[in-house]
């Protein structure tokens, strides 16, 4: 029996790792901050990553659209808040209002993306998404001309942080003796965030549109001859997955209080559906885990590779850089030849593999 | 005379080939209505016409005494017509029962929102869907098989679930493209019974099949299409002794 068939099973160690994760998951922030701020801000990045790779999932995992594009809804969610709470327009709202209107935002971009593109299919469709991304940060580039709206290559910075009355979040506080840094606060809401994010994933997924998406996946003739309108369904996939990433990005505008086009290239989308293809495509947990490792991975590397070298012959050989992208290039080659439905692949893909 | 489906002058040309010429028939409420013909007679280009596939290039289609919107198939499907396909196009990697339950996506509400909060309403509706939905697998045969992954099915079953899913939106008219291609006569006389069973239950049937046995004896009229012109249509008796009919099938020559 699988271990979360003995779980389920057994409602009492069910509720005790449930309470387990959850305390380690509180406690995270402290131990990482023990060995700097900086690993608790990776992490942070780690988080909003996994609810990128959560919302592409939508997209990709479940409605089997290919979209290289996905890191522009990223980016429209955060120029959305960087625009109306910096200095750029002095406009500064608070976040409750500007985030909502960073996924309506990324939605729309979202519903503009899939409307023309909803005729093509595989290999047609990624083209046009990669297409689409670039227009976006094409356009975040530019438009700081005739009217200064993105302020161009220079970015928009100092961004608000999140501030709820007089409680920022980027101050540090001392909370019952321990010490509350910006990132450590960020971490708790973004982890409250990815909660509720996994939670909707969840939903959706056991869902009347869910099977939809799944049926369209598999069937695109066959679904629509049982009366679902593959446009309308499509287009509601792309806008789930582009609100998560407009979520997403104006969390990163206010963690990072400075955005730049630089932010949202071609790479970053590859990033992002890497890690839903590690993971396993349309798992959930899979997608997570394949998030979390592309994420602090390269990080462990930065911050090993260069000790390790030197120690070793006395000089640095290959720059972290440059080993990154190699191991990058080698898991994904293992990955399509040992694991290919994915680290944790979907119930029905780990099924397909068990039969070959 | 009351008909629940009027297809009249349909026409439909791929360049050259012209596939539907001027095709009238009528299906009566309650019937199983046979269409045969030899194979590129274009039986599955009226099908694929009347569900919305393709489009029509001439002639219309009346369901249910309103005219049909065949230029969406969920349309169709909404309008009360389903049907199965000759290639079977299940959705391969989803359980049995979630097949099924894809087939009452047309007849249920529930959206994004009601999927995310999970509110009594969408709670209920999902429920209902699962009832039906094993109710409808039960129902053609494949009780205790929802868990399995619908590709994974022994050909018969696959077709018999083809039939559940379609069942699952509500059809007044139940398509059904070649259901017992492929079939050994113990799996073919199992279908013959089910379909019975549809029909006295209140679905009509549209049947396209090459097994000459269970048409002649399931179906109550028939039309025999070749080289996409109606030749003849009437009781299964009156069809076969239809010179035009033993011509297209036999070959001039022998007639």
Known sequence: MSLTGKLKANPAALWSAVALVACALIALPFVLATAGTTWVRVTNLAILFTLLALGLNIVVGFAGLLDLGYIAFYGVGAYAYALLASPQFNLHLPFWIILPIGALAACVFGVLLGAPTLKLRGDYLAIVTLGFGEIVRIFFNNLSQPVNITNGPQGISRIDPIRIGDFSFSQNELILGLNFSGPVKYYYLLLLILIVMIAVNLRLENSRIGRAWQAIREDEVAAQAMGINTTQVKLLAFAMGASFGGIAGGMFAAMQGFISPESFVLVESVMVLSMVVLGGMGNIWGVIVGALLLSFVPELLRHTVDPVQRALFGRLLVEPEVIRMLLFGLALMLMMLFRPAGLWPSQVRRRELAEK | ?255
């Not at chain 2, 016409?49 to 001439?58: F, S």
């Not at chain 2, 279908?191 to 049937?205: F, K, S």
């Not at chain 2, 090459?210 to 299409?225: I, K, T």
């Open chain 2, 1 to 255: 005379m009351s008909w629940l489906l009027s297809v009249n002058h349909l026409r439909k040309r791929f360049g050259g080939v012209e596939a539907l010429c001027d095709v009238t028939l009528s299906i009566e409420q309650g019937e199983i209505y046979g269409l045969i013909g030899p194979n590129g007679a274009g039986k599955t280009s009226f099908f694929n016409v009347l569900t919305g596939v393709y489009r029509a290039d001439g002639g219309n289609i009346e369901f249910d005494g309103k005219p049909l919107d065949a230029a969406a198939p969920h349309r169709v499907a909404a309008a009360g017509i389903a049907r199965t396909f000759q290639n079977i196009r299940l959705f391969g990697n989803m359980s049995a029962l979630e097949n099924v339950m894809v087939g009452r996506h047309v007849r249920t509400r529930a959206g994004i929102f009601g999927a995310i909060l999970r509110n009594a309403a969408t709670r209920n509706e999902e429920a209902a869907i699962h009832a039906r939905a094993r109710a409808l697998l039960d129902y053609v045969g494949l009780a205790g098989r929802g868990d399995q992954l619908a590709r994974n099915l022994p050909y018969g079953d696959q077709r018999r679930l083809e039939i559940a899913r379609a069942l699952a939106t509500e059809p007044r008219l139940l398509a059904l493209d070649e259901p017992a291609a492929g079939m050994n006569a113990t799996e073919t006389a199992t279908l013959r019974t089910l379909l019975e069973r549809i029909r006295n239950d209140g679905t009509t049937i549209l049947l396209i099949e090459h097994d000459m046995n269970l048409v002649m004896g399931l179906c109550d009229r028939l039309a025999v299409l070749d080289y996409g012109r109606k030749i003849a249509e009437g009781t299964p008796a009156a069809v076969r002794e239809n010179a035009a009919v033993i011509e297209a099938y036999l070959g001039g020559a022998l007639a």
